[in-house]
DNA sequence: ACGGGCACCGAAACCGCTTTCATCCGCGCT
DNA sequence: AGCGCGGATGAAAGCGGTTTCGGTGCCCGT
């Protein structure tokens, strides 16, 4: 049997509610005692039951993120940042994959309210999720991630995709690009959305010199459906000198499909993602990208979760800005095609 | 205030005692009366508190999985199978990443059995690991993934290293080079050396007919390192045609380092990863390397694990085989170097 | 000398569920 | 009719902490 708070207060001859006060720094222990107390801890090796003691406080120091993919490595980089913040500020993490599937979604928050997690980060709502809505609504500690659900009271943690979006446009604008291409994720991914109007924001505010753009809605978000709307964009006719597309393993789909068609990257085809993963600097070349604050986003989603599980303040929204990271698959629209290779 | 059990009980007339069966299938409770409470569950929402359970239960169902970092790619496809079937048994799965810190492991472990979860999985032992061999002196349900502690007492799931480097040695051989180099990790990593032992094996029986291989450590584990390593072996001389690195990301780095030194891959030099990572596959030309079975080695952990959890049996131990991938960085050895391109 | 206030501590209730143990009831058997 | 038995149920004791509430003892002011 585990040695108990029991244990150590007969052997510090004080009663249990006295340890328990050294065990939690309650200001009104007499000195003396508090060392008699932590001498008898020491000597006993006494470790608290966190459990028992959740029981009463209703505080597990547990939060649960939900994402769609650890595998996924946008998913994996914000969860290093939820971990290591978490840890910091002395919770654990639980990690959920739960795909598209909203009644999983629904499964997983209903055994983590009752193993008495204290909140959770969600990475995964839809644009009017309704158990996001349905847990705000009962004051249950949430924040959002990089995924907005306009209608509920919670903390939220974005990126400025519109922004991001110009960046890219602004980016092969410059390049002296007049033929754009975009391809977007399917359905109704908000975040891609916004990055696709953030795109044609900047395009159409340039476009008093004859800017073209074509948007390309792909089958899927991953390299296969990348692959496959690349394709598609190179047999156009006339076809567009530049793409940019709604995530990073869009573009390397992009790639692989420019690769294909013997069509030159940066050469003959300009290509930007978005996101920054590490998937971004192993392409050859490198991929120019517009690169989130992963890590840091998750680290700022546990701060804001833990504040209002600490002082239950008002939520918080806080909008991170993505960056242009310029590498190798940009370069400026050269007219003429040079002679057959 | 929640509905507890006690208000079931008050509406359903009888006593919290049969509630509690009610609620875990106990088979002494009569038909009638466990529909009875059944209706009173339902018509009062009522939802288990699962701390207070576990309080007198001591189970959580909570299991942590304890990795360097969980934004690395292999980590994070074995989390992935890791949490999938965690979720079918009944589960959930804290993450900590733990770098290569031996006391940030020790005080994650402290904490995490505090909060009562009931086994660890452990993607991160060295060796001769103390605290494993602590723990399993302590028979804490745990289980080791691909790396093993030979003298502790628990279950392991472990990847045929020896199988797959000599997988590696066999297919640059019968590709008809004879010129070789290994890049291993830095320092103990079991599994490294592992693979090099499988590695120089395969060698040494095909060494009649005048193979030469030299090995190299790198500096550390990641690309750059292996881009490090790369430099260092493209200096060589004579140089060696083929190179297999301990894991995917050394081969990236070299990959690169060849790219620099305009070393063509694979006409010019013949490249092996190990893990079998997405990375991979965005390579250009795509990597051949000895892919381990993540996911399913995730899985199997946890099945151990909770198999000791709810059974307590034998320690058991999975050994899983690495396969093949042939891909683009591979290629015959070609004995004139054509002309300068 | 005495009342009031404060710092410190202990007794006991409580968190919400599980589990043991005793009780009760109905039934079959002699 | 009396007895033993087994299955269904309830009372109560935990699990291991936290927290409230009240009681000391001591110091201070008057």
Chains 1, 2 share one sequence.
């Not at 840890?87 to 009752?114: F, P, S």
């Amino acid at each position: 049997m585990r040695v108990t708070i029991y244990d150590v207060a007969r052997e510090a001859n004080v009663s249990l509610a006295t340890v328990s006060r050294v065990l939690n720094n309650s200001p009104h222990v007499r000195e003396s005692t508090r060392r008699r107390v932590q001498e008898a801890i020491d000597k006993l090796g006494f470790e608290p039951n966190l459990v028992a003691s959740a029981l009463m406080t209703k505080r597990t120091r547990l939060v649960a993120l939900l994402v769609p993919d650890i595998s996924n490595p946008f998913y994996a980089e914000v969860a290093r940042g939820v971990e290591d913040a978490a840890a910091e500020l002395g919770y654990n993490c639980v990690i959920c994959n739960v795909g598209g599937d909203t009644a999983k979604q629904a499964e997983y928050v209903n055994v983590l309210r009752r193993k008495g997690i204290d909140g959770m980060i969600f990475g995964t709502a839809n644009y009017d999720d309704k158990l996001v809505l349905d847990l705000s609504r009962g004051s249950y500690p949430l924040t959002l991630m990089a995924r907005d659900v306009p209608a509920a009271e919670v903390n939220r943690v974005l990126v400025d995709d519109g922004a991001g979006g110009a960046m890219a446009a602004r980016h092969l604008l410059e390049l002296g690009h007049r033929r754009l291409a975009m391809v977007t994720e399917p359905g109704g991914i908000h975040s891609s959305q916004e990055r696709a109007r953030g795109f044609r924001e900047a395009l159409d505010e340039a476009a008093r010199d004859g800017v073209e753009a074509v948007y390309l809605e792909a089958e899927g978000s991953d390299i296969a459906a990348g692959l496959a709307a690349g394709r598609r964009l190179l047999d156009m006719t006339p076809r567009p000198t530049a793409v940019f597309a709604a995530n990073d393993l869009l573009a390397i789909g992009i790639l692989q499909a420019a690769r294909e068609a013997d069509t030159r990257v940066p050469d003959d085809l300009s290509v930007v993602g978005f996101d920054g993963t590490v998937m971004a600097d192993v392409t050859q070349p490198p991929l120019t990208t517009i690169v989130q604050p992963m890590r840091d986003m998750g680290k700022a989603a546990v701060r804001l979760l833990v504040e209002t599980l600490q002082n239950g303040g008002e939520h918080q929204r806080i909008v991170m800005s993505p960056e242009l990271r310029v590498a190798g698959t940009t370069a400026a629209y050269r007219p003429a095609r040079p002679a057959a290779n």
